[in-house]
């Protein structure tokens, strides 16, 4: 951690290394600077009304640094138009963050783009979801908005609108193309469309109960968040899960991240036209869900980390069962990367496909899995490995190409470094309880759980209410930094290529819209 | 081309014949054939995720995995809800995607079926009503059918479908 941060710098409970310190709106700017020149990136950005408690509206930033978090708070006077700085200027990621928390609690960025991001019109302009004023059961009938995209012009320019049903089993948002002919000029994105209030409705749950909404915030990610979300609970508690409890979390998270690598593995080689793949890897993947089912006792495990611990415990033959279903995985997949690797068509359409470049993807703030296939080693576990992943020494993978064949590449890599992971896990499974009791947490305390998913680090953010209530909750998912990296991987591409570029991507809608 | 025609042939044909329609307990060829005199043709599904959290997502795409084979008994999902004849929608309706989906079945031609899939589409699941959710699907457009699970596994999504398509009347 810089020298800086440290002085006046408090600890916060969290699984990770962690300290917090309250700021001014002009060192709110220059703590951003100076973390963007040393390297640091921009983790998560939200807002609280803390109006009820001291007339003030506040706004919190976490950065990741090499020696741990850093979360920065900046609070303004609850008068009628409260704005702080943007961090735009460091942090081109944060312009997003910054509408969505106009949205949500009515306090602006000295930023000019105010378009709406998660307010469609669903609720009126005047009315703020995550004000303690306004009441979670509100309903109201849509005013539809017009939404002004950014417009090109030229000789033989046209748009193309997509969305925000798209053509296949996946989920809702917009995309606007202005193509020339077959080539993509400019693309932006609108989303929000799923944006189901999941923050209000973590304030209406008691803290024991919070994981079950935080394994769904992203149904794909669910061990990861609930996760994150556990880990930020027992911090504030001081509560020490059991050891075979964090061997079994981690054990489920690596599932969890073979499980979506062998679908997009599968999804991607069909989207270059390589159905092949997608009948393999989703066996494969199908062989894993039901192993799920016989060790877990679910296909995807939304409810398998729970406060102290994890629920259930594994079957008595569960580790056979596993260690050879791990070897049979391998097998599969050692081929199936043989048979991608050395398939023209298939690698045609993947090489040099939706390139992003090391500096682009840096500049945008690029993180997990598309960072990683851009030449930005970052990973949690291995960066800042919490328990049990400081005795199992990840091997981050990385690519310097940044095209579609390099995220294939990871993938590859990911899925034959998470069993190793897994094999270690199982092979030395320790005995004992799987659970321990976690205590109601003292009010006002606020404690950050970050777990590094498949599609890279996610952040809970939970402050404590009184009685064992939530005041206030922040799920930050990796997709908010990633989506605007499409914007720019697309451009000079072809239209066509689109669904394979994003399928590279694969980020989330659910968990970005909240 | 060796290796991909070889591992199609050790891999072989996975597609298991256990999963049955409770009402009329037929096996997947008898099946086929009953959505054939229904329809004279394959069932087109059109999908809309009107708010899930991504979960059923991955449970429907399963069913197209070689286990399952859902096209191999006549049902395939089409891209545009003109080719539909059966709207199968996951989530609780969020307030930002009600008028998407509307329009995506006003767009069905007639007659339609809707069905709606996992505790969120059947009930409103964990999220149910609230400033930015309008709670079960069956809230918003009317539902004929509707699967609980969270998600619901794939051979219950295929179970719901089928008893839908054998409970109509057309």
């Keep these: 951690m810089t020298q800086w941060f440290k002085e006046g710098a408090k600890t916060v409970p969290s699984n990770l290394p962690c300290s917090r310190k309250r700021v001014g709106a002009v060192e ?152 020339v002919g077959e080539k993509v000029l400019r693309l932006e994105e609108r989303l929000g469309y799923k944006h189901k209030g999941i923050e209000k409705l ?157 500096d682009l993807a840096w500049n945008l703030d690029a993180n997990g899995l598309a960072a990683r296939a851009s030449g930005i080693p970052h990973d949690l576990r291995a960066d800042l490995p919490w328990q049990p992943y400081d005795k199992l020494n990840v091997k981050v993978s990385s690519q310097a190409t940044g095209d579609v064949a390099a995220r294939v590449a990871v993938r590859f890599d990911e899925v034959i470094e998470s069993l190793r992971i897994c094999r270690a896990l199982a092979a030395d499974l320790r005995g004992g309880d799987i659970e321990t009791t976690v205590p ?42 990633n989506w605007p990296l499409i914007e720019y991987a697309i451009l000079g591409n072809l239209v066509p290529d689109f669904p394979l570029i994003n399928k590279s991507f694969n980020l989330s809608y659910s968990g970005h819209d909240v | 081309m060796i290796n991909t025609l070889s591992r199609m042939i050790r891999t072989g044909i996975l597609t298991e014949e256990v999963l049955h329609a409770p009402k009329a307990n037929l096996p997947i060829g008898d099946q086929q054939e009953k959505i054939r005199r229904i329809l004279g043709r394959a069932l087109c599904i059109r999908h809309v995720d009107a708010g899930s959290c991504n979960g059923c997502e991955l449970e429907i795409q399963a069913l197209n995995n070689p286990y399952y084979n859902i096209e191999g008994i006549g049902i395939k999902f089409v891209a545009s809800p003109r080719h539909a004849d059966l709207l199968l929608v996951t989530g609780p309706v969020s307030v930002n995607m009600e008028e998407a989906l509307k329009r995506t079945l006003d767009s069905i031609p007639d007659p339609k079926l809707v069905v709606a899939i996992g505790d969120c589409g059947a009930c409103g699941g964990i999220f149910g009503k609230g400033y930015a959710s309008r709670g079960a699907v069956a809230d918003v457009i009317p539902v004929h059918h509707s699967v609980k699970g969270c998600p619901p596994a794939p051979a219950a999504i295929l179970q719901a479908i089928l008893e839908t398509i054998q409970s109509t009347t057309y």
Excluded at chain 1, 125 to 143: G, I, K, M, T, Y
Excluded at chain 1, 219 to 236: H, M, N, P, Q, R
Excluded at chain 1, 259 to 280: E, S
Excluded at chain 1, 449 to 477: F, K, M, Q
């Design chain 1, 440 to 481: 109601d947490a003292e009010p006002g305390l606020l404690g950050i759980g970050a777990i590094e998913g498949w599609r890279g680090p996610v952040l809970i953010a939970l402050e404590t209410g009184s009685n064992g209530s939530i005041r206030r909750c922040h799920p930050h998912d990796p997709s908010w930094q």
């Design chain 1, 28 to 179: 709110w700017r220059e703590i951003a600077k100076s973390v963007c020149s040393a390297g640091g990136r921009l983790f998560a950005l939200w807002g609280t009304d803390d109006r009820d408690r001291d007339s003030r509206f506040r706004v919190f930033a976490a950065y990741l640094q090499s020696g741990g978090l850093a979360v920065v708070e900046h609070e303004m006077d609850g008068g009628t138009r409260p704005t702080y700085p943007s961090l735009r200027e460091y942090f081109p990621s944060a312009l997003r963050m910054e509408r969505a928390i106009f949205d949500l609690v009515g306090i602006k960025s000295m930023e000019p783009d105010h378009r709406g991001w998660l307010r469609h019109g669903g609720w009126p302009e005047d009315a703020f979801p995550l004000r303690r004023d306004f009441c979670r059961d509100n309903q109201f009938a849509v005013v539809s908005e017009p939404y002004s995209f950014v417009q090109v012009e030229g000789d033989g320019v046209h748009e193309i609108p997509v969305g925000p049903v798209h053509a296949g089993t996946i989920e809702p948002g917009h995309f606007r193309f202005s193509v």
């Design chain 1, 202 to 358: 973590f304030e209406t749950m008691p803290q024991k109960e919070g994981y079950k909404l935080a394994a769904r915030i992203s149904g794909d990610s669910a061990v990861a968040y609930s996760w994150a979300y556990c880990a930020a609970l027992e911090a504030v508690t001081g509560t020490m899960c059991p050891p075979r409890a964090v061997q079994l979390r981690a054990l489920a998270l690596e599932h969890e991240r073979l499980a979506n690598h062998l679908g997009d593995l599968g999804a991607l080689g069909n989207d270059a036209g390589f159905a092949f793949g997608l009948t393999q890897f989703s066996r494969i993947k199908e062989d894993l869900l039901r192993t799920n089912q016989a060790c877990f006792g679910a296909r995807y495990l939304m409810d398998f980390v729970v406060p102290g611990g994890v629920a259930p415990d594994l079957p008595d033959d569960a580790r056979r069962l596993l260690l050879d279903h791990y070897n049979a995985i391998e097998t599969d997949v050692v081929s199936m990367r043989n048979t991608y690797d050395n398939h023209a068509g298939v690698q045609d359409r993947l090489r040099e496909t939706g390139v992003l470049k090391q």
